[in-house]
């Protein structure tokens, strides 16, 4: 009965995605100016209202430095400019300890971050103390930056984060849905993942400690190589990351297995701004920043990260693309 649910809720999960998926790949792989009908996701909650009010509200949308974080940067800057503010984009900043600096400075208004990463690169908090939900992670991280004076936005639907991940006929081979559906099988299943993977909680330390599992092997790669060691049968599981291009690209060939335990820490990108710019800024501000996030579960995410990373768009044309195609802007 277990396995009967879990399908029907992955079903209905990937048949949600599928239309704002569609409607992604659709808008922006074309040069027809045709309006697309496609308003599913986060569409439902209508089109980004331009409201003169914020006309005389200045902001900067940073990011860090890879093409998810910029991404994520420009879909905050032109909802946010949909809105009615006069907006400006500072991209590629660096790593969060500079977007932080960033912030605290003025030098920028907000930017995206991983809840996990705040809870553990600002606030110390080791891996294994970070709430696997993404509701429990946002608010300890929310209360950690109100000391700070600063504020953090509801999560994303979808997380970034490790996870494990095989070919899709290894799965089928031994019936692998959930981590835990490795229970018995991994004894005879290769694991390759980072060098740090034997200490970290969402990674070897924590398949072992909390989900009970050997494997036949572990072996220290490079993170560039965890797609090319399960291709060429080196490995038999590899870590990947949840928003890889490569799940959107190739959904035929890999497949990742499902934190059934809510072992891995939640990857689930909350937007970080002063307090003080929230109350320049009106209620718009946190409002579309939370509306234009609706729509990104995580196969949308794989989607826009595979049109950067493999088709080479650029984060501006991605991001136009989904707020067009899910209904936020015309």
Same mark, same amino acid.
């Given at each position: 009965?277990?396995?009967?649910?879990?399908?029907?809720?992955?079903?209905?999960?990937?048949?949600?995605?599928?239309?704002?998926?569609?409607?992604?790949?659709?808008?922006?792989?074309?040069?027809?100016?045709?309006?697309?009908?496609?308003?599913?996701?986060?569409?439902?909650?209508?089109?980004?209202?331009?409201?003169?009010?914020?006309?005389?509200?200045?902001?900067?949308?940073?990011?860090?430095?890879?093409?998810?974080?910029?991404?994520?940067?420009?879909?905050?800057?032109?909802?946010?400019?949909?809105?009615?503010?006069?907006?400006?984009?500072?991209?590629?900043?660096?790593?969060?300890?500079?977007?932080?600096?960033?912030?605290?400075?003025?030098?920028?208004?907000? !930017?995206?971050?991983?809840?996990?990463?705040?809870?553990?690169?600002?606030?110390?908090?080791?891996?294994?103390?970070?709430?696997?939900?993404?509701?429990?992670?946002?608010?300890?991280?929310?209360?950690?930056?109100?000391?700070?004076?600063?504020?953090?936005? +509801?999560?994303?639907?979808?997380?970034?984060?490790?996870?494990?991940?095989?070919?899709?006929?290894?799965?089928?081979?031994?019936?692998?849905?959930?981590?835990?559906?490795?229970?018995?099988?991994?004894?005879?299943?290769?694991? !390759?993942?980072?060098?740090?993977?034997?200490?970290?909680?969402?990674?070897?330390?924590?398949?072992?400690?909390?989900?009970?599992?050997?494997?036949?092997?572990?072996?220290?790669?490079?993170?560039?190589?965890?797609?090319?060691?399960?291709?060429?049968?080196?490995?038999?599981?590899?870590?990947?990351?949840?928003?890889?291009?490569?799940?959107?690209?190739?959904?035929?060939?890999?497949?990742?297995?499902?934190?059934?335990?809510?072992?891995? +820490?939640?990857?689930?990108?909350?937007?970080?701004?002063?307090?003080?710019?929230?109350?320049?800024?009106?209620?718009?501000?946190?409002?579309?920043?939370?509306?234009?996030?609706?729509?990104?579960?995580?196969?949308?995410?794989?989607?826009?990260?595979?049109?950067?990373?493999?088709?080479?768009?650029?984060?501006?044309?991605?991001?136009?693309?989904?707020?067009?195609?899910?209904?936020?802007?015309?």
């Amino acid at each position: 009965m277990r396995i009967d649910k879990k399908r029907l809720r992955v079903l209905m999960m990937a048949l949600a995605a599928l239309a704002l998926t569609l409607g992604v790949a659709a808008c922006g792989s074309s040069d027809d100016d045709s309006t697309s009908s496609d308003t599913s996701g986060g569409g439902s909650a209508g089109a980004i209202e331009s409201n003169p009010a914020n006309a005389n509200v200045n902001l900067t949308i940073g990011s860090k430095n890879f093409p998810e974080q910029e991404i994520l940067g420009e879909i905050y800057a032109q909802a946010l400019q949909a809105a009615g503010y006069k907006v400006k984009s500072a991209l590629n900043l660096g790593s969060e300890t500079v977007a932080l600096k960033a912030v605290k400075s003025g030098q920028i208004s907000g !930017y995206p971050e991983y809840a996990s990463t705040a809870l553990t690169s600002f606030f110390g908090k080791d891996p294994e103390q970070v709430p696997a939900s993404a509701e429990g992670a946002y608010k300890e991280a929310k209360v950690e930056f109100e000391k700070e004076g600063l504020t953090a936005f +509801p999560p994303t639907p979808f997380a970034s984060a490790n996870a494990v991940g095989t070919l899709k006929t290894t799965a089928d081979k031994y019936d692998l849905e959930d981590i835990s559906d490795l229970e018995g099988v991994s004894e005879k299943l290769s694991l !390759y993942g980072s060098p740090e993977c034997r200490q970290r909680i969402d990674c070897l330390a924590g398949l072992e400690e909390l989900y009970g599992l050997k494997f036949k092997s572990f072996t220290p790669v490079d993170i560039g190589l965890r797609y090319t060691v399960l291709e060429k049968g080196q490995a038999d599981l590899s870590i990947l990351f949840t928003t890889d291009p490569q799940l959107s690209a190739e959904s035929d060939k890999f497949v990742i297995l499902e934190d059934d335990e809510e072992v891995f +820490p939640a990857g689930n990108v909350i937007f970080v701004t002063k307090k003080s710019t929230v109350e320049k800024a009106g209620p718009d501000y946190e409002d579309t920043i939370v509306q234009v996030q609706e729509g990104l579960d995580l196969k949308v995410m794989q989607e826009l990260d595979a049109r950067v990373e493999l088709e080479k768009q650029t984060p501006k044309e991605a991001a136009a693309a989904y707020l067009k195609s899910a209904g936020y802007t015309g």
